[in-house]
């Protein structure tokens, strides 16, 4: 029973106890009362006492420890040792003392007093020691922060700051201390200020988690069973110049289109270490600085197209009707002997031979897909990438065979659908639903931006259904299974049809669709601002740069598109129309903001 005024320490703190029925009533200096149960406080002194005393001062506690050290003691015996009597300020001081922890220690829920031994307060006094100095330097630390000057030995303080900036941890006390809002944007700014970290510093792979080197995994063994020999058809992997990464080709042998898309689901077979892990990644990533691929490094070595002498291949061959509609698919393993081109490379070929039947059959196909209602956007491009460090911004040319190795890619995309569809095989198709109507778009660059905004998101699942955006009435991600997750997985559809292997299920192929989806959500964003981010840099090193936009949406301020730079941003015009040319000139950039300013003197 703790008498009413008695002493007790609760939670750290002294305060005066008084029953109040089953609990006790706690009257703590600058707080409210408590109500406790009595096994939750320590008693102190039994009082009476009207108000928690002063603890006694000038107790000798460094000879008690020496005459004590590794011995207990009751609390009562040590204030005999330090005062020579037992009060309450006494016992208070002597607690607090035990609280403090270097010389005693009141072990939680015991009334006695450890007095430590001298190894602990050996360890215990470099771990202060250790504190107080690393308290020093980061107010040390803070100081120079404050002013923008850093020196050797800050990495410690700054790398707080720097992997809060990346979106590695979701707090940081350091920006806090530093005065700056706890938002990445604000400290991602503060280290570009002061000079910590340059427009070269692109912080949105890590902000968004996704990988930033290849998988290390291996792939399983060479499979070449029933692969049928087309060495000698001649076979083209026409790409831009800057790609790496060739898993198509096409073909004409005097009456059938052929694709020849790479082979990687020969050897990564599914629910194996690399095909989880593809799946988890979802495709490969394309930065301005470089590529992440999807795929363990060795898979492109082994697989890309045109990169040996003989290349394995997943191989369409598909007959058309007189319209350039499909009659018949087949796919076949194959061999393929390749050659790469670059689109400048391959259209003078165009002219004449079996690459300029497949530019008729593909003139074929546009306006079929165009009469099936097949949107075509057209909307200027440019290639942004970071060349030893310089970010370069270039624009893409408009090729011919470009558009003619898009074609062949429908329909491809189209025939394995149709292909999988008659075996009743369950597939990943792609679909899309009708864009909102398109009628009364404006003409011109702006209506290709309209035309854009009234389309509908792409859908991935194993219900056969129309693809609308392309004009198709089946269709699946195909030719591309080296860089994206659905492709390898309607390859392996195929790979076990085509083996006598039992295929996945459909709530299979759902559910790895729905794996891959949340990481491609992801590489898509990663994407458009790493690509930002490096065309802002390249902005923010040319001071007053000036060029022409195009008005491409309403408002004020309008949305003005300026194709030299593949940026969309908002200005305030005067008096301006769609389509309109204005000249615009940089006024700013906030790179951590990801935002580019201009204004139109002429507007």
Known sequence: MIPNGALVFYKGKPALARNAGDKLELSIPGAPLVRVRTKDVELLHPGPLSKVPDPRT????????????????????????????????????????ALDGLRFRAEEGETTVRSVSREEREKESAR????????????????????????????????????????????????????????????????????????SVNPWPVRFGVASKAPELELGPEDDAGRVDLSDLEAWAIDNAWSRDPDDAVSFDSRDVWVHVADPASAVLPGCPADREAADRAATLYLPEGSTPMLPDSALERFGLGLSGRSRALSVRISLEPDGSVREAEIRPSFVKVTRLSYGQADPLLGAGPLAELDRIASLRSALRAAAGAVDIAIPEVRVWVDSGEPRIDPISDFRSSAVVREMMVLAGEAAARWAFDRSLPFPYYSQEAPQDASSLPPGLAGEFAKRRLMKAGMAGPQPRAHRGLGVPFYAQFTSPLRRYSDLLAHHQTRAFLDGRAPLEADEISALLGRAAASAGLL???????????????????????????????????????????????????????????????????????????????S
Request: glycine content about 12%.
């Open 58 to 97: 000038g107790g000798d506690f460094e000879t008690a420890w020496e005459m004590s050290a590794g011995e207990t003691l009751s609390l009562e015996g040590l204030c005999e040792l330090v005062f020579g009597r037992t009060g309450p300020e006494e016992a208070l001081a002597c607690r607090l003392e």
């Open 128 to 199: 202060r020691t250790r504190k107080e100095s690393e308290a020093a330097d980061r107010e040390a630390f803070l100081a120079r922060a404050r002013t923008g000057r850093f020196e050797p030995g800050d990495e410690r303080f700054l790398g707080e700051v720097e992997a809060f900036a990346l979106g590695a941890t979701q707090k940081s006390r350091m920006a806090g201390d530093l005065g700056l809002p706890e938002k990445p944007e604000a400290v991602h700014a503060w280290l570009l200020k002061t000079g910590r970290w340059t427009d």
């Open 524 to 602: 898509r964003q990663t994407e458009r601002a790493s690509q930002l981010h490096w065309t802002l840099a390249w902005l923010g090193r040319r001071p007053g740069w000036t060029g022409e936009g195009v008005v491409v949406g309403g408002g004020n301020p309008a949305s003005v598109y300026i194709p030299s730079l593949g940026l969309e941003t908002r200005v305030k015009l005067g008096r301006a129309e769609l389509n309109d040319s204005v000249e615009l000139r940089l006024t700013g950039v906030d790179l951590a903001r990801q935002e580019a300013r201009f204004d139109a003197p002429g």
